[in-house]
């Protein structure tokens, strides 16, 4: 596909600035971009970039100065790093159309209700009583358990498994070897020492706008739902334990570990790592540290903490700092004792 910097201005409302019929077909880094790509600047650090790229059209902010010539066409937007995503979605978006149809071999249950335009690759498997949305893209070896129902404009990535009675809303990508509905981990203590099972009858809600990395695992509840709510953003490698509830908009790094019943916020930003522990209460915008320990809930809307066992952020900042002076403080006390002892034999 080929876009001429004018098009490109009209799709990401921008404006050009050079030759508006100077026309790109792919994308390329602002630093290894060539002639017919298309590039973003965004972060100052790449500034010496613009004057040097081959980039045919570059996206840049309006406030960015000039400071010599340069040969590309450039279209000017509010936020370069924003306009550029929107411009990838939709290139995505076009490509995602031409994929439809239904590979064989792949195994539909006679009671599945397959909605309009979408894709199922090989080797895929959609249970009694299935529900799928328009447009949507199942791709090889999806796993779609009994009940489950599937929104509009979806995409499951290669390997996804889908439990029975999971609901997943509309404009939802699943990435490659996400588990969703296993079961949570859940086992009642014997008095001879050994765990009876507690069968987890719940399920998993995803809203709409949701995005989940690859091999992540979201459990099932015990009882009622698991819910990853609208806009939410998981990274890889997350472990999600039964009946936790993640807020709207909120954001997780790879590696993270929620406990079960813990209800997070909305716009909470959880760095990597971070671990949670269950029955927690973690405040709407909430910032929680990478490789964090919280062990109590986060009360404060937009506190921020840091450490293990996680507390507030500038005072752990300020322990650090001391922490890292002992040696001098040290040295100096044993000098402050020697003088002591100089003015009192």
């Known amino acids: 596909m080929q876009f001429s910097a004018a098009q490109i201005a009209m799709l990401i409302n921008g404006k050009t600035e050079g030759d508006p019929n100077a026309t790109v077909s792919n994308f390329g880094k602002i630093e290894e971009a060539v002639a017919g790509q298309l590039a973003f600047l965004a972060n100052p650090k790449y ?28 279209v000017r937007v509010p936020d370069a790093y924003t306009a550029f995503a929107t411009l990838l979605t939709k290139y995505q978006e076009i490509e995602a159309q031409q994929l439809t149809g239904i590979q064989e071999p792949s195994y539909r249950a006679k009671t599945a209700q397959l909605g309009d335009r979408i894709f199922i690759g090989a080797f895929a498997y959609i249970g009694e009583n299935v529900i ?12 779609l358990g009994n009940n489950v129902r599937i929104g509009d404009n979806v995409v499951l990535h290669p390997g996804v498994k889908i439990y029975h009675n999971c609901v997943v809303g509309s404009n939802v990508t699943i990435h490659a070897g996400s588990v969703i509905g296993s079961d949570g981990f859940g086992f009642a203590p014997q008095t001879d020492g050994s765990f009876k099972k507690v069968p987890q009858i719940g399920n998993v809600e995803i809203e709409d706008y949701v995005e989940i990395g690859a091999n992540v ?27 936790v509830d993640i807020g709207h908009h909120t954001v997780i790094a790879a590696q993270a570990g929620i406990s079960g019943s813990t209800k997070i916020g909305s ?62 403080l040290e040295k100096r006390l044993k000098e402050l004792e020697e003088q002591i002892r100089q003015l009192c034999p």
Do not use: F
Not at 47 to 71: C, K
Not at 132 to 143: C, M, T
């Open 47 to 74: 500034e010496e970039y613009l004057y040097t790229t081959g980039a045919s059209v570059i996206i840049i902010n309006e406030t960015q100065e000039l400071r010599q010539p340069i040969s590309s066409t450039l």
């Open 132 to 143: 799928v949305g328009n447009n949507v893209k199942i791709h090889p070896q999806v796993y």
């Open 217 to 243: 695992a979201i459990d099932r509840a015990t009882m009622g739902s698991t819910v990853i709510r609208t806009g939410a953003k998981l990274d890889n490698l997350i472990q999600i334990a039964h009946n």
């Open 267 to 328: 716009r909470v930003m959880i760095g990597g790592q971070a671990g949670i522990v269950g029955h927690l209460q973690i405040a709407d915008g909430a910032r929680i540290n990478a490789q964090s320990g919280v062990t109590k809930s986060i009360k404060s809307q937009g506190g921020a903490v840091t450490g293990t066992p996680a507390y507030e952020y500038t005072s752990a900042l300020r322990s650090q700092a001391i922490s890292r002076n002992l040696p001098d």
